[in-house]
């Protein structure tokens, strides 16, 4: 009687409804609230494509971000794709290109634009306002053109972002030098955000064929605990 007793529990541990071991992933946090608004998402495009063609804005921006043949990029916030197209071709076939955005619909949008131009060499995701969900050390550049002002909790999102570089990977972040309830980021902002989360800044440069300016940062020892960050606080 005991063993059959036995045997029935251990069926009914193993029929599939429950997992035999539970586990919660831990939850990190809390993370600091940003001192300062965000900006409304209000278009999934900065800027028509032609203009910004005849401003050779991609061009320069690949090129001063030293984006070459091969490489892996992800490009966040990637609205219609303006930036996606050109990485696809700038990195070429050995190289991915990973284009993500919140809206679904836009990343609808953006998934038939790529299968219509036939870039084999893009996937298109959706990611989460606080976490862009990119796998880990996979990412030469990770590229936010105009949209970092529209990231509502700034902090968990960098700190998230940081494991999925490359030891030698980038983040490049343009955009325009004014406040960010006026879709923009004053760059002093920008770099103590990222210092925040143990980011160093690389170089700036003004980018005015891009609407403002351009910033390259590197992830440099230890991920600070989420409790550990600290704020930073806008002067103006």
């Known amino acids: 009687m005991r063993l059959a007793l036995l045997a029935l529990l251990s069926l009914a541990a193993c029929d599939g409804s429950k997992p035999l071991i539970k586990h919660e992933p831990e939850r990190p946090g809390p993370f600091p609230a940003a001192d300062r608004p965000v900006a409304r998402i209000v278009s999934p495009r900065w800027s028509n494509e032609e203009a910004r063609d005849r401003l050779r804005e991609a061009e320069r921006v690949m090129d001063r971000a030293g984006i070459r043949p091969g490489m892996t990029v992800a490009d966040i916030g990637a609205g219609e794709g303006y930036y996606t197209v050109r990485l696809a071709k700038k990195v070429g076939a050995k190289g991915r290109v990973l284009a993500e955005d919140v809206v679904a619909a836009t990343r609808d949008q953006l998934a038939d634009r790529v299968s219509r131009e036939r870039l084999d060499n893009v996937s298109v995701r959706l990611g989460e306002p606080a976490d862009p969900k990119l796998p880990d050390a996979s990412f030469d550049r990770v590229l936010m053109v105009h949209m970092y002002h529209e990231i ?6 960098l700190w998230r972002l940081r494991p ?3 030891p ?3 983040v490049i972040v ?16 920008l770099q103590c955000e990222f210092a925040a989360v143990g980011y ?3 170089w700036r440069q003004p980018m005015i064929s891009a609407g403002g300016y351009m910033a390259a940062f590197r992830a440099e020892g230890p991920r600070p605990e989420p409790e550990a960050i600290r704020p930073c606080r806008m002067t103006s």
């Open 152 to 157: 509502a909790q700034p902090y968990e999102f």
């Open 174 to 189: 343009v955009d325009a030098n004014r406040r960010t309830q006026d879709h923009g980021t004053p760059p002093a902002l």
């Open 164 to 166: 999925a570089l490359k």
């Open 168 to 170: 030698d990977g980038l």
């Open 200 to 202: 160093r800044q690389v």
